[in-house]
């Protein structure tokens, strides 16, 4: 029997973000569109060379994309909402850059692109931290084939002397995804399959063997109706050229898995990374014509495999059955190669592996099974060593850590009183107004202070020029602040590069990358740090910037840590534990902080959770025991206060209206939120849910382009006093300020502050 290597899809963006250079410059008028294309297909071209050096055997193609493979998807089944005005042949670059991007419009009087367009919705591929363009289908809407990606990058791969798989991304998933405007997205199934088939025939025209299709909706719940999708597609695809190898990631099967044995498919890909325990019911189900591919290197974390105890489990299958060896998912997900990371400590660098590394496990698995392990066993050895000093270095083992996490009692998740009587307390102590003002946390990061952190950071200006320069900002946005008249003030947070990066270069546990980049969208890349080992605080983390900040006035000055949940949540998080018992680490280092702020001075702290939802597991019966310990996680770096001490959180970026239970189990003592997609559903859900503490729905929507007046924000205001206690009401943007200019964030304030006081004077 025979092992082959695939790989699903290799990271866009170039080891040294070459697409997003390319991207922004084009984008700015800088470069032009053949100069654009050129940077992409060298880019495509060095990941085939790249892939076929390493010893991929089933080499993809078309997994590039120049914004998204969503949005990609979207142009190739001529999904593009009327607003665009397009009424080409083909989907042409600047329209897919406006569905990605919007347009800023012309201006001109009469002209139908005056007022610009605003981009398709963006939001999270699946429980990743990439974000795809969601597809738009309007009642009425026709679908035809609209791009020939699919083709041109196939044949393109073809004259450089490749071989390679083509990847689609599903109808299923792809229509899963889309959102309906007065039609049910599935409505639109045989459409959308006509023009894949069209695109199928194509492919086997140009020699194509085979097809990856990737369909991660079948590790879902899902409904009849996307059921009965799968089965008619496959069935229609099976009558097509090219051979189907049908892709599932991002955990098990499941309750899907008799369905997607039973489709007339050539190859079935599984996730055994997220779902170990499917191989054994695979391969007893699998009829054996079936051609199995395995994800057994993780294609969503930083890990290296521990090669032999991986062998010992494929051993026994690849003796009765051919096998394709994978990631668990497109490399999309992971840094591309760990060779550019030169500052890391050499025994955490033995413990990881990117892309290129994940590639090279991959070859050398299938060089153990089809040829014997001794082949091999110089980079078995490396492998189970690196395993083993895992398992024992006391980097990740710290027994304080781990005495402290046994020391800790269930008390410890709660706070002094109930929120009435603690609330009673701060409102004597605070002193604030009714509708009480303040803003999130961050302000503008403008050029002088990323340039100045990049100076510091390449070492051109000294700590101290440093520091009085992020004083001098700092004291200048307090400053303001009290202008304008807010009444809880935050301090800017201009040190601070990132909310997770801040931390983790502070606690012990976390490493960070210089080169690390993953996709976000489009053209941004975030370098998530790598949290390898037990998680504690060596020193206070951020108690001098709030004593400075407060020094500078008598208002309160809010404290602002990032939550627990959210730092594990936008972290590569170390797999040899469950993922509750390091977030529990976490909680405490930041209880600590906690408890040091306030002994500090501290009155108020927030505790941000921007990403506490988007951690939910991805079917639903997994959510409840997610919940559980998230929200016990920020308990327990909540608290450690006195009950006068007031602790805020922040959400932002996500649906809550299933998880407010959760939210008011938090306990916060006031909430500050995201509203900006639809602000009555949000209050509604609140008010119907009775929310019992504090709460500031967002009155600013930070990610529009423009200025809300006074009275929209009144208007807004009264809104929620009808449905929540006005008592407990306070009146804030809806997230950070950080990405916006000073221009917008002045006058939006001032504005904002002048809707509370109508709120105020209307009130007495
Ligand atoms: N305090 C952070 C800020 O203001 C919160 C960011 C966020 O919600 N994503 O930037
Ligand atoms: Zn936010």
């Given at each position: 029997?025979?092992?082959?290597?695939?790989?699903l899809?290799?990271p866009?963006?170039?080891?040294?973000?070459?697409?997003?250079?390319?991207?922004e410059s084009?984008?700015?008028?800088?470069?032009g569109e053949?100069?654009?294309?050129?940077?992409?297909?060298?880019?495509?071209?060095?990941?085939?060379?790249?892939?076929?050096?390493?010893?991929?055997?089933?080499?993809?193609?078309g997994?590039?994309?120049?914004?998204?493979?969503?949005?990609d998807?979207?142009?190739?089944?001529?999904?593009?909402?009327?607003?665009?005005?397009?009424?080409?042949?083909?989907?042409?670059?600047?329209?897919?850059?406006?569905?990605?991007?919007?347009?800023?419009?012309?201006g001109?009087?009469?002209?139908?692109?005056?007022?610009?367009?605003?981009?398709?919705?963006?939001?999270?591929?699946f429980?990743?931290?990439?974000?795809?363009?969601?597809?738009?289908?309007?009642?009425?809407?026709?679908?035809?084939?609209?791009?020939?990606?699919a083709v041109?990058?196939?044949?393109?791969?073809?004259?450089?002397?490749?071989?390679?798989?083509?990847?689609?991304?599903?109808?299923?998933?792809w229509?899963?995804?889309a959102?309906?405007?007065?039609?049910?997205?599935?409505?639109?199934?045989?459409?959308?399959?006509?023009?894949y088939?069209?695109?199928?025939?194509?492919l086997?025209?140009?020699?194509?063997?085979?097809?990856?299709?990737?369909?991660?909706?079948?590790?879902?719940?899902?409904?009849?109706?996307?059921?009965?999708?799968v089965?008619?597609?496959?069935?229609?695809?099976?009558?097509?050229?090219?051979?189907?190898?049908?892709?599932?990631?991002?955990?098990?099967?499941?309750?899907?898995?008799?369905?997607?044995?039973?489709?007339p498919?050539?190859?079935?890909?599984?996730?055994?990374?997220?779902?170990?325990?499917?191989?054994?019911r695979?391969?007893?189900?699998?009829?054996?014509?079936?051609?199995?591919?395995l994800?057994?290197?993780?294609?969503?974390?930083?890990?290296?495999?521990?090669?032999?105890?991986?062998l010992d489990?494929?051993?026994?299958?690849?003796?009765?059955?051919?096998?394709?060896?994978?990631?668990?998912?497109s490399?999309?997900?992971?840094?591309?190669?760990?060779?550019?990371?030169?500052?890391?400590?050499?025994?955490?660098?033995?413990?990881?592996?990117c892309?290129?590394?994940?590639?090279?496990e991959?070859?050398?698995?299938?060089?153990?099974?089809?040829?014997?392990?001794?082949?091999?066993?110089?980079?078995?050895?490396?492998?189970?060593?690196?395993a083993?000093?895992?398992?024992?270095?006391?980097?990740i083992?710290?027994?304080?850590v781990?005495?402290?996490?046994?020391a800790?009692?269930?008390?410890?998740?709660?706070?002094?009183?109930?929120?009435?009587?603690?609330?009673?307390?701060?409102k004597?102590?605070?002193?604030?107004?009714?509708?009480?003002?303040?803003t999130?946390?961050?302000?503008?990061q403008?050029?002088?202070?990323?340039?100045?952190?990049?100076?510091?950071?390449?070492?051109?200006?000294?700590?101290?020029?440093?520091?009085?320069?992020?004083?001098?900002?700092t004291?200048?946005a307090?400053?303001?602040?009290?202008?304008?008249?807010?009444?809880?003030?935050?301090?800017?947070e201009?040190?601070?590069?990132?909310m997770?990066?801040?931390?983790?270069?502070?606690l012990?546990?976390?490493?960070?990358?210089?080169?690390?980049?993953?996709?976000?969208?489009?053209?941004?890349?975030?370098?998530p740090?790598?949290?390898y080992?037990?998680?504690s605080?060596?020193?206070?983390?951020?108690?001098?910037?709030w004593?400075?900040?407060?020094?500078?006035?008598?208002?309160p000055?809010?404290?602002?840590?990032?939550?627990?949940?959210?730092?594990?949540?936008?972290?590569?998080?170390?797999?040899?534990?469950?993922?509750?018992?390091t977030?529990?680490q976490?909680?405490?280092?930041?209880?600590?902080?906690?408890?040091?702020?306030?002994?500090?001075?501290?009155k108020?702290?927030?505790?941000?959770?921007?990403?506490?939802r988007?951690?939910?597991?991805?079917?639903?019966?997994?959510?409840?025991?997610?919940?559980?310990?998230?929200?016990?996680?920020?308990?327990?770096?909540?608290?450690?206060?006195?009950?006068?001490?007031?602790?805020?959180?922040?959400?932002?970026?996500?649906?809550?209206?299933?998880?407010?239970?959760?939210?008011?189990?938090?306990?916060?003592?006031?909430?500050?939120?995201?509203?900006?997609?639809?602000?009555?559903?949000?209050?509604?859900?609140?008010?119907?849910?009775?929310y019992?503490?504090?709460?500031g729905?967002?009155?600013?929507?930070?990610?529009?382009?423009?200025?809300?007046?006074?009275?929209?924000?009144?208007?807004?205001?009264?809104?929620?006093?009808?449905?929540?206690?006005a008592e407990?009401?306070?009146?804030?943007?809806?997230c950070?300020?950080?990405?916006?200019?000073?221009?917008?964030?002045?006058?939006?304030?001032?504005?904002?502050?002048a809707?509370?006081?109508?709120?105020?004077?209307?009130?007495?």
């Open positions: 029997m025979t092992v082959t290597v695939a790989t899809g290799f866009r963006i170039g080891p040294r973000r070459e697409l997003k250079f390319a991207l084009f984008w700015a008028g800088r470069s053949a100069e654009l294309i050129e940077a992409a297909s060298a880019l495509r071209a060095a990941a085939w060379a790249r892939q076929n050096a390493l010893g991929v055997d089933h080499i993809p193609s997994d590039f994309s120049f914004y998204d493979h969503v949005l998807t979207s142009a190739m089944l001529g999904a593009v909402p009327d607003r665009y005005g397009w009424n080409a042949e083909s989907v042409d670059l600047a329209t897919y850059f406006a569905m990605a991007r919007g347009t800023q419009g012309d001109a009087a009469g002209s139908s692109r005056a007022a610009g367009h605003t981009a398709q919705e963006m939001t999270k591929w429980d990743t931290n990439y974000h795809y363009m969601v597809p738009e289908l309007a009642a009425g809407q026709t679908l035809r084939l609209a791009s020939t990606k041109d990058a196939y044949r393109e791969a073809k004259a450089l002397g490749f071989e390679t798989r083509p990847v689609l991304l599903g109808p299923v998933t229509l899963s995804l959102k309906g405007q007065g039609a049910d997205p599935f409505d639109f199934l045989d459409d959308a399959l006509v023009i088939c069209q695109v199928l025939d194509r086997r025209e140009a020699g194509a063997a085979w097809v990856q299709i990737d369909e991660p909706v079948l590790v879902l719940d899902l409904d009849a109706r996307q059921r009965a999708a089965t008619r597609a496959y069935a229609r695809f099976a009558r097509r050229g090219p051979k189907v190898m049908l892709a599932t990631y991002f955990g098990g099967l499941g309750d899907n898995l008799a369905l997607a044995t039973s489709l498919v050539a190859g079935l890909h599984v996730d055994l990374v997220r779902a170990p325990e499917q191989l054994a695979i391969v007893k189900s699998a009829s054996k014509d079936l051609c199995l591919s994800g057994v290197i993780d294609g969503r974390n930083v890990w290296r495999a521990d090669l032999e105890s991986l489990r494929l051993e026994p299958v690849s003796k009765v059955r051919d096998l394709i060896l994978a990631p668990s998912c490399l999309l997900h992971t840094p591309i190669d760990l060779g550019l990371e030169r500052d890391l400590e050499p025994e955490i660098a033995q413990w990881l592996a892309a290129v590394q994940k590639v090279e991959l070859a050398i698995l299938k060089a153990a099974l089809n040829n014997g392990r001794h082949i091999v066993a110089e980079a078995l050895d490396a492998s189970s060593k690196a083993a000093t895992r398992r024992s270095s006391v980097r083992h710290d027994a304080a781990a005495a402290r996490l046994a800790a009692t269930p008390d410890m998740a709660s706070r002094r009183s109930p929120f009435p009587a603690r609330a009673a307390r701060q004597d102590r605070l002193a604030l107004p009714d509708f009480p003002t303040t999130i946390g961050s302000f503008p403008t050029e002088a202070v990323r340039s100045a952190r990049a100076r510091f950071n390449r070492g051109e200006i000294s700590d101290d020029a440093y520091l009085d320069f992020l004083r001098d900002e004291r200048q307090i400053r303001w602040q009290e202008e304008v008249g807010l009444d809880v003030l935050v301090h800017g201009f040190e601070r590069n990132d997770v990066q801040y931390f983790g270069e502070r012990s546990g976390f490493a960070c990358t210089k080169n690390a980049w993953v996709q976000s969208y489009g053209s941004r890349c975030v370098r740090p790598i949290l080992g037990d998680v605080r060596p020193k206070a983390m951020t108690v001098d910037w004593r400075f900040a407060q020094d500078q006035t008598d208002r000055m809010k404290g602002m840590l990032t939550g627990p949940v959210t730092i594990l949540n936008w972290s590569f998080v170390r797999d040899d534990q469950p993922r509750e018992e977030c529990r976490i909680a405490l280092a930041i209880r600590d902080e906690v408890v040091d702020l306030e002994a500090a001075g501290a108020v702290i927030q505790i941000d959770e921007a990403a506490l988007e951690g939910l597991p991805l079917r639903r019966r997994d959510w409840a025991h997610y919940l559980d310990w998230a929200v016990e996680c920020f308990r327990l770096a909540a608290s450690g206060v006195a009950d006068e001490t007031q602790i805020h959180t922040h959400m932002c970026y996500s649906e809550f209206n299933d998880i407010l239970p959760s939210i008011g189990a938090m306990d916060a003592d006031v909430i500050s939120i995201e509203t900006a997609r639809s602000r009555m559903e949000l209050i509604q859900a609140f008010a119907d849910y009775e019992p503490n504090e709460i729905p967002g009155v600013y929507d930070i990610h529009a382009p423009r200025i809300p007046h006074p009275e929209e924000m009144t208007a807004l205001l009264k809104l929620a006093c009808a449905h929540l206690p407990r009401l306070w009146v804030n943007p809806d950070g300020l950080k990405t916006r200019k000073w221009e917008d964030v002045r006058p939006a304030l001032v504005n904002m502050v809707a509370a006081h109508a709120l105020r004077q209307a009130g007495s």
